[in-house]
């Protein structure tokens, strides 16, 4: 992997970093934060999914992350969020293609050569921070909005990559909702059978997940009809899914949210992965 | 004023507002930070001067001063860093026009008749505040580069106006570094003895500053050499100058860096308004 930039931050380090991607046929950008306490010995690592639009920058700059990261001493992965390029497949709608991969492996036309987020994310990026970075084989998963509903489906489908997690503002229900039926059906096909891997209620209402589940949601989130949390509240309260949806009057879906409870999910990462 | 956006942050409101501004003849954006305790009676107010090429937006998302505003109960104001607009006069490079205001009033065309900042912001913006938002007449100032230049150069020349002071690897001795010389000229013309009324460094040495001043810089600012921290520190020492320089080993110029310290720097200005 190739540095694009590395700035000290809180005492560590903000990298950017690239490489050529196998899984999806395309150089990949990714950013990783490295606390102080990488330069004494490998510290765990927490993933954080984006959402739409967004790509490994958006989080890393406005999320506010390190300075909790650094606290806990906890390394941050910021992936991007879908394959980008000029030869990679691509749509107008900003929900669709480049900046919306919807953390899937797709298996239509002209998606599924390279929009592979689901194997990328688990397999192909995963092993190249755990060769080339002072982390170790310990993982947190969050995310907010599409990456919210990417971490509790990569996690709840692989109890055994994940330790703890946690989600902003996730969608939750994307079988049901029109941030999610046109993506799984341009990526997965019309055949519904094959959306359930990829929505959090169900799966975790019928998996549950062996932690405890942090959900933090505005109650003025103006995506509130799209996102669908009652469904995920309920999904859990049904499973007995230990845990807790927290609703947060006045905070809305944009970074300003993310930002002001990133030391409560850091927190509670650092408490599982430590 | 007009509304832009208001999102709940830390438990305040980060609004964007614009209003029509007689000062610069166009028409101006800020942000302010209110922290919860400013929905019960008014609360001090830290500005924030950015530097070249930003807008009001910048430090607004990059910074992270909000968690530490809301701690501490500042207001934090970010005003554009220039007028703007199809009527403004503008130079292709980036330092120089609009985006790099340098906190003057020139006297020289094409900029005279909008690049007003100096003015704009210690009497037009500061009144439209004062009147408009639940903060208290009773000020900090801070500033990143040519916003610390502007923070130092507005403070020291003006006492009464601020109660705390502060900057971020400001530009300290523009009169002699290629940023400052080029827009002096332009904007003040070539009479070199108007310009030391806007160096920070010949400005502390001739009247010192009432208060201490906490001025941080990192050791790997790819800008160290139009900077000149050491002139500023110069000139404190041999002033007897209340205050410290703090440099900091691997911090570059970037916003990382500005974000790693945001937490000391609000703790020293509300130390010093509360």
């Known amino acids: 992997m190739e540095i694009v930039s590395e700035n000290r931050s809180f005492g560590g380090v903000q990298g950017v970093y690239k490489h050529s991607s196998n899984t999806c046929g395309c150089e990949m950008t990714f950013a990783v934060y490295l606390p102080p306490q990488a330069q004494e010995a490998p510290v765990p690592l927490l993933w954080y999914l984006s959402g739409l639009t967004c790509n490994h920058e958006n989080a890393m700059t406005k999320g506010g992350f390190q300075e909790h990261a650094a606290r806990h001493g ?149 995506f509130l009809d799209l996102l669908k949390p009652e469904v995920l509240a309920d999904s859990m309260a049904r499973r007995r899914q230990p845990g807790q949806v927290r609703i947060h009057k006045g905070y809305d879906h944009s970074y300003f949210f993310v930002n002001s409870f990133a030391g409560d999910h850091v927190a509670w990462h650092a408490e599982r992965l430590n």
Not at 152 to 161: D, E, F, K, L, Y
Not at 194 to 205: E, K, M
Request: no cysteine; charged share 20%; hydrophobic share 40%.
């Open 74 to 222: 906890l390394a941050v992965v910021f992936p991007d969020t879908s394959p980008r390029g000029a030869g990679v497949a691509d749509d107008e709608a900003y929900d669709l293609g480049q900046g919306a991969g919807f953390y899937v492996n797709a298996t239509r036309d002209p998606w599924r050569q390279n929009f592979r987020m689901y194997d990328y994310i688990l397999t192909e990026l995963r092993a190249e921070v755990l060769e080339n970075l002072p982390v170790q084989d310990r993982h947190g998963i969050t995310g907010h909005s599409m990456g919210g509903h990417g971490a509790i489906t990569m996690a709840v489908r692989n109890h055994g990559m994940f330790e703890s997690l946690s989600a902003f503002a996730p969608i939750a229900n994307p079988t049901r909702s029109d941030w999610g039926r046109k993506q799984l059906s341009a990526y997965l096909g019309d055949d519904e059978s094959a959306w359930s891997q990829h929505d959090s209620a169900l799966l975790l209402d019928e998996f549950g997940w062996k932690g405890d589940l942090l959900v933090d949601q505005g109650a003025s989130d103006q």
